[in-house]
């Protein structure tokens, strides 16, 4: 089964998904006051190439390097190529911890 994934339909869900985002929390989300930094990261090779065991390819990511990386991205010049395989795993940290935020409290 082949799945196509339209970029388009990406960037709705993106913008979908952070309006629910800035409703729930806010246009500003004060990331010194959530109580988390690091977390755990599975690299992408380990992540997608299942031929070996993936606890070789665990390492620990930063929330706040990932904020840092996509602010520099912003201040980075019009004709300064995104490097996609780099910026886009911290905009990934970033919305994983957007997730962590909503989880529910454990019960």
Request: glycine letters at 6%; charged letters at 30%.
């Amino acid at each position: 089964m082949t799945e196509v994934l339209r970029v388009e339909d990406l960037r709705r869900v993106c913008g979908m998904l952070l309006d629910a985002v800035e409703e729930r929390f806010g246009a500003e989300i004060d990331l010194s006051g959530v109580g988390v930094d690091h977390y755990w990261n599975v690299d992408l090779r380990s992540a997608f190439e299942m031929a070996e065991d993936p606890a070789v390819g665990i390492d620990v990511g930063q929330s706040s390097d990932d904020v840092a990386e996509l602010h520099a991205l912003l201040r980075r010049p019009a004709d300064d190529v995104p490097v996609v395989w780099h910026d886009l795993q911290h905009l990934a940290g970033v919305l994983r911890l957007l997730a962590y935020l909503d989880l529910p409290a454990d019960s």
